[in-house]
């Protein structure tokens, strides 16, 4: 599952890390890209790179994921404003966000589990 295999490669990190799961029309994997590097507690993500990203690979859907270096996988304000921002401009595109996911080492919060995408 894509949600463990995000948890082994970004729960660990040290410095927060947002990626992208692109997919296709038919929710099949494309490509994981690790798109934005940030700091011990915040990165900069920009809705322009990710939807260049998601044309070039021709993808219908992603999956967001970002960790929390903290441990508290809890979605921060500023984690619902990006995912609400997110999923509106890349509506504009065509694309669904399927998920956000924020992930630490030993624990995943799912946006959509939540009902909050």
């Known amino acids: 599952m894509a ?3 995000l948890r ?3 729960g660990i990190l040290e410095y927060e890390m947002f990626t992208v799961v692109f997919l296709d029309s038919a929710h099949r994997l494309i490509a994981i890209k690790e798109m934005f590097r ?4 915040q990165t900069s993500v920009h809705a322009r790179e990710i939807i260049k990203e998601a044309l070039a690979v021709n993808a ?3 999956i967001l994921a970002h960790n929390h270096p903290s441990g508290k996988p809890e979605p921060s304000r500023a984690d619902r404003l990006l995912t609400h921002s997110l999923v509106h401009a890349l509506a504009m595109v065509e694309v669904r966000v399927l998920d956000h996911l ?3 080492s ?3 919060v799912s946006f959509a589990q939540r009902g909050l995408l």
């Open 3 to 5: 949600a463990d295999y």
């Open 38 to 41: 940030g700091t011990v507690s």
């Open 8 to 10: 082994m490669r970004i």
């Open 60 to 62: 219908g859907a992603v």
């Open 102 to 104: 924020v992930i630490t």
């Open 106 to 108: 030993g624990r995943i």
